[in-house]
């Protein structure tokens, strides 16, 4: 396992940055730890984002506006945690004048607008982007604004994203009719099932793929994901990976024998190799088989990914719980081990 990955895991924020302890102070006494979010709390999903640029190895700018991404607001959420004509001057003086520039155009900007071009154009633009507002002046950002806004969306859209968000923006980024709650019940109903997104992976990649080359005087790095940024996911194959993982996980395939549910699984992972979830459900029909090297070899494959996101695909369980999850299976196949009964399942815990 990554070193990178403990104090992540042990929420050691000074260990990761010895300057951000006070700057989480700050943030967090303006409610963000009450205030709701997709999947939990918005304390959770600025924590979680920053966790994945700081796996990503981002530069602290680009870091800490993962951290305030939303808090002067934006399009989607009225989080205003700072004042964004007033305030500038109080986050401009925790943060730095060019971070704060960064967080102050990523809420004010059209994100919707940014998202469909560049998903559209499939590279950086050589001239920067303009991004018209209605009865306002145009956002103009610089290509490397393009890019460290791309790897932002990327990170912000990973943490939150699951079944409900695939309901209420069926259509994202493309804009859309408003739809009344009232004839839509059944998707406004909250949390949802929390099935795996069906729909934001392959927009991601689309969004990563101008990334895998960037001028190395940017200091920004190519983000581990999609293959470091070379692959792009088809809707078709995140959808189908998606339902088989989801029938494999809910028991909706014949369940005398696993031969179906490893199918669904494998599968799934063939069809979005990107995710470790699959994988890891794989590595534990192994274990049960007592097919150690398969195990191992699933197990490793699901902490890699995991280890590349910092986030998790299937947010019924928290990111972290994930990675323990994998180091037992992973730590099992290696001692050839794994309990016989049910009951015994209870028992593991102890990751060493």
């Known amino acids: 396992m990554s070193e990178r ?14 300057t951000l302890p006070p700057i989480l102070e700050a943030l967090l006494a303006r409610s963000a730890g009450e205030d709701w979010h997709k999947a939990g709390t918005f304390k959770d999903h600025l924590l979680g984002t920053y966790r994945t640029l700081a796996l990503w190895d981002q530069p602290r700018e680009v870091r800490l506006l993962g951290l305030f991404h939303s808090v002067y607001s934006n399009e989607y ?25 960064l967080v102050h155009l990523f809420c004010t900007m059209p994100r919707s607008l940014f998202t469909r071009r560049l998903a559209e154009a499939g590279e950086l633009p050589e001239e920067g982007m303009a ?22 969306t990327i990170a912000d859209i990973a943490e939150q994203w699951h079944s409900w968000q695939d309901e209420i923006f069926s259509e994202f980024p493309a804009s859309t009719t408003p739809r009344r709650v009232s004839e839509h019940w059944s998707a406004a109903l909250w949390p949802g099932p929390l099935k795996p997104t069906a729909k934001a992976l392959s927009l991601l990649s ?25 692959a792009v996911l088809s809707p078709e194959q ?11 996980v809910t028991r909706a395939l014949p369940q005398s024998s696993p031969g179906p549910t490893r199918l669904a699984l494998e599968t799934a992972a063939q069809l979005n190799p990107f995710v470790g979830e699959p994988r890891l459900l794989l590595a534990q029909l192994a274990l049960a088989a ?34 323990a999850w994998a180091r037992i299976l992973l730590r099992s196949a290696e001692r050839r081990r794994w309990p016989d009964h049910l009951a015994g399942l209870n028992g593991l815990g102890l990751v060493s």
Do not use: H
């Not at 990955?5 to 940055?17: G, T």
């Not at 150690?292 to 947010?315: M, N, Q, V």
């Open 290 to 323: 007592g097919e150690w090297d398969r195990a191992a070899a699933d197990a490793r494959a699901g902490l890699d990914l995991l280890s590349e996101w910092g986030t998790a695909w299937d947010k019924r369980v928290a990111w972290s719980g994930w990675v």
């Open 238 to 248: 995140e959808m189908a990976a998606s339902s088989l993982y989801w029938q494999a």
């Open 77 to 101: 959420v009225d989080l205003k945690l700072f004042d964004a004509e007033r305030g500038r001057d109080g986050l401009r003086a925790l943060l730095g004048e060019e971070t704060e520039r």
């Open 206 to 230: 689309r969004l990563a793929r101008p990334l895998a080359e960037m001028p190395e005087e940017w200091g920004l790095p190519v983000p581990p994901v999609f293959a470091r940024c070379n």
């Open 131 to 152: 991004l018209e507002r209605p009865g306002k002046p145009d956002v103009l950002l610089s290509t490397r604004d393009v890019a460290v806004f791309a790897i932002a």
């Open 5 to 18: 990955l403990k104090p992540l895991l042990a929420d050691d924020w000074a260990a990761v940055d010895p």
